[in-house]
């Protein structure tokens, strides 16, 4: 049934697509053909491409990979920014890396172990940037507050408490299925979402009171509406939060509360940033910044646990061969309980224990 | 200083290698790396489930009997989109498997490599599957 559910709803984005005219990878020549006066001012002005209801035009299939740390590297601490060679120079040696794991792994290197084949073409680009993070401007998460510093310590004590063997072979044990993210669960996906293995592709759907974000991963469709309804009683929780939407200038706003009881997840981030999201409020900004890419500026607000907002930025990238278009977004269907995956993992637990 | 600079950020990029295998998956807890196996068997069934997919085999000892084992693959969507599909893989294909054995002992493996009696890495490299050819399959001569 939720797979029927889910092919159902893949076809009524891809149609709904087609008749809005914004295939990606299309739009371009039919655009131009339609505007042969001005064919070169529809391509560098992104600021004029309207829905025909007068919103700015955001849809499409876009991938949000990236190889860009969250926050700046120490080492990095006074670089805000790479030059193109230095750029250029670090490519080269993550992909030898990458080809290193694939080919050649270390013994006990299990990361190697799941085969980065499968995920080498979803590893994305390194952005100039040091880090997604741009505020703070040193590219750091903010501090935490007390109560966040006292969440983390209990995590990060949890964890060693739970650590078994030494590197390369330390292991992490699991008490139960509580343990182990909603994520590693298949039940869903933390926001906001700034990195996972593989399946980054996003779709953008909009229509004149509604606005669509469907991701591949956990086959998600977030239907944020974009009126001036209020916002949900706080007891009300979903595990995406409730979300609503509205338009100023280039720019759509999304802002977030209400999210079930879960943890953050920080997915490629260095420093773990683990934690409960009850109290957080998430706003989203989604602009146009030329032909086939979107900025995505994401804040982060929660003053139990940073002392702080913090906001990060990313692109979605819309000319990625890996996510042209829309039935490139393959249906997940994520098995509940990851199939084998969490009985095995809770038996072999047992036995570190 | 712009050596020191690149050595953190490949630094970095190292340990974000190790974050991908977590990313869906505990694999520590699962899988043993002190138990690496290397399995030849032939396909008895294949089961394409997001996040990752198995593919069971029997495998013939040398006294003649045969044991079954289950390995663990990568998710269905990320294979397909480096262009395996379901009949990449029939039923009855014998191939080599290796990579590290279940931490309860039990004969369930994660599969790290693939390959065909003749040599064919189909998990690796592979020019057959419209993978990039880096010279690490020696058939992409």
């Keep these: 049934m939720r797979n029927l559910l889910a092919a159902g709803l893949s076809l009524l984005l891809s149609a709904a697509l087609v008749a809005c005219g914004r295939m990606d990878g299309e739009t371009t020549a ?34 949000f990979a990236t190889n860009t740390p969250i926050e700046r590297p120490d080492a990095l601490a006074d670089m805000a920014s790479f030059t193109p060679a230095e750029l250029e120079a670090l490519e080269a040696s993550a992909l030898a890396r990458r080809r290193a794991d694939v080919h050649d792994p270390a013994p006990g290197q299990l990361g190697s172990s799941y085969n980065a084949f499968w995920t080498e073409n979803e590893t994305g680009q390194l952005l100039a940037r040091t880090s997604l993070i741009t505020d703070p401007e040193n590219g750091k998460l903010p501090p935490l507050t007390v109560n966040g510093q006292a969440i983390l310590d209990a995590w990060l004590a949890d964890r060693a408490d739970r650590s078994y063997g030494e590197p390369p072979f330390a292991q992490i044990a699991y008490r139960s299925w509580f343990d182990l993210p909603a994520y590693e669960r298949c039940v869903a996906r933390p926001m906001p979402r700034i990195w996972q293995a593989y399946n980054h592709g996003a779709q953008i759907l909009q229509t004149p009171d509604h606005v669509v974000l469907h991701y591949e991963s956990m086959h998600d469709a977030r239907i944020i509406a974009l009126d001036d309804r209020p916002p949900l009683h706080e007891d009300v929780r979903f595990w995406n939060g409730s979300s609503r939407g509205r338009f100023e200038g280039d720019t759509l706003i999304i802002e977030t509360a209400n999210y079930a009881n879960q943890w953050m997840d920080g997915g490629r981030s260095g420093p773990p940033i683990q934690f409960p999201m009850d109290n957080m409020k998430i706003t989203e900004r989604l602009r146009r910044v030329d032909e086939y890419t979107l900025s995505y500026e994401v804040t982060v607000e929660d003053t139990t646990i940073w002392t702080r907002p913090w906001t990060f930025e990313m692109p979605w990238v819309g000319d990625d061969p890996n996510y042209e278009f829309p039935e490139h977004l393959y249906e997940f269907a994520c098995h509940e309980g990851n199939f084998r995956a969490i009985e095995d993992t809770l038996r072999g637990s047992y036995g570190l224990r | 200083m712009r050596m020191r600079v690149l050595t953190s950020i490949v630094g970095v990029a190292l340990i974000h290698s190790t974050a991908i295998a977590i990313a869906h998956h505990a694999f520590s807890a699962e899988f043993d790396a002190s138990k690496p196996v290397e399995l030849t068997g032939v396909v008895t069934k294949t089961e394409w489930i997001n996040p990752h997919s198995w593919i069971t085999i029997d495998v013939r000892l040398d006294d003649g009997t045969t044991e079954v084992w289950e390995i663990e693959a990568g998710a269905p969507n990320s294979m397909f989109r480096r262009g395996f599909t379901h009949d990449s893989l029939p039923l009855g294909t014998e191939i080599v498997v290796t990579g590290y054995q279940a931490r309860d002992g039990g004969r369930r493996a994660n599969g790290r490599n693939l390959t065909l009696p003749d040599g064919t890495l189909l998990f690796v490299g592979s020019s057959g599957i419209g993978a990039p050819r880096d010279g690490a399959d020696p058939s992409d001569r």
């Design chain 1, 30 to 63: 039919v655009d131009a053909a339609d505007d042969a006066s001005s064919p070169a001012e529809r391509v560098n002005a992104p600021s004029e491409q309207m829905t025909p209801w007068g919103h700015p035009d955001l849809q499409g299939v876009y991938t």
